[in-house]
């Protein structure tokens, strides 16, 4: 899962670069909504994985982050 996050992370920025050459920021918008729901359903998968609490606190921390640093 968290790989799959790695990946959705390079896809936006490589949209946001070619945002910058074509002037189209709405490829980005919605890929965006998809990847702020990663970090919650990592959260839900990290409870059924028995994941340590240090693991669990930073996916905790990565969800909080996620919506609201720009994108």
Known sequence: MAC????CVT???LI???AVFYGS??????F????????IL???LSFTGKL???LRWMIVLNAILS?????
């Open 25 to 30: 920021v709405l490829l980005a918008k919605p």
């Open 52 to 54: 340590p609490n240090f």
């Open 32 to 39: 965006v909504r998809v990847i702020e729901l990663f970090p």
């Open 67 to 71: 919506p609201i640093l720009p994108g």
């Open 11 to 13: 896809t936006q920025i």
């Open 42 to 44: 990592m959260l839900f």
């Open 16 to 18: 946001a670069g070619m």
């Open 4 to 7: 799959l996050f790695v990946i």
